[in-house]
């Protein structure tokens, strides 16, 4: 198993070699072992409430898991208090590994976040629920539950 430092150092490398404007990119499998190994590497859920309580939310301790509304439901609505709600559960200095359904909110939030001052931003590829398959349904290609890590349905 890697360790937290290589870990990090393959997702600043996926981040470098992708021209990422955050720190680095990282798989479910990446995200869930650095959790593991790094108490202090904190999962920060970008979806929206709804998402949460509807389709489900990780399984991990609490102090390791966050929730930052990247957007708000209903409407979709940006969510102005992203930043100040941030700095509310994380330091600049923290390991912030951004999830959100199938890796574009956490993207943005990876972004928006290096831009104001935070330095370690990582997404989570893939997402919490993956791509969609032929039928139209997600959690069967890839992503944060079909890779099987912990994870409490709604």
């Known amino acids: ?3 937290p430092a290589e870990i990090l150092a393959l997702g600043r490398a996926r981040g470098r070699e992708n021209q990422l404007p955050y720190a680095g990119a990282l798989t479910p499998q990446e995200a869930y ?3 593991q190994g790094d108490p202090a590497a904190k999962l920060v859920d970008v979806r929206t409430n709804a998402e ?3 389709v489900g939310r990780v399984d991990i301790p609490a102090s390791q898991h966050a929730a ?3 957007s708000v439901y209903p409407g979709g609505v940006p969510n102005q208090d992203f930043l100040p709600q941030l700095s509310q559960i994380a330091d ?3 390991v912030l590994l951004f999830l959100c359904r199938s890796g574009v ?3 943005h939030s990876a972004k928006l976040a290096t831009e104001h001052g935070y330095v370690n931003c990582f997404d989570i590829l893939q997402g919490f629920e993956g791509e969609k398959d032929a039928d139209g349904h ?3 290609v890839d992503g944060w539950c079909h890779a099987g890590l912990p994870w409490v349905g709604a």
Do not use: C, I
């Open 1 to 3: 198993m890697a360790t």
């Open 33 to 35: 072992a650095l959790l």
């Open 52 to 54: 949460r309580d509807w």
């Open 68 to 70: 930052v509304q990247w």
């Open 92 to 94: 600049r200095n923290n």
């Open 105 to 107: 909110r956490s993207r």
């Open 138 to 140: 997600r959690k069967t």
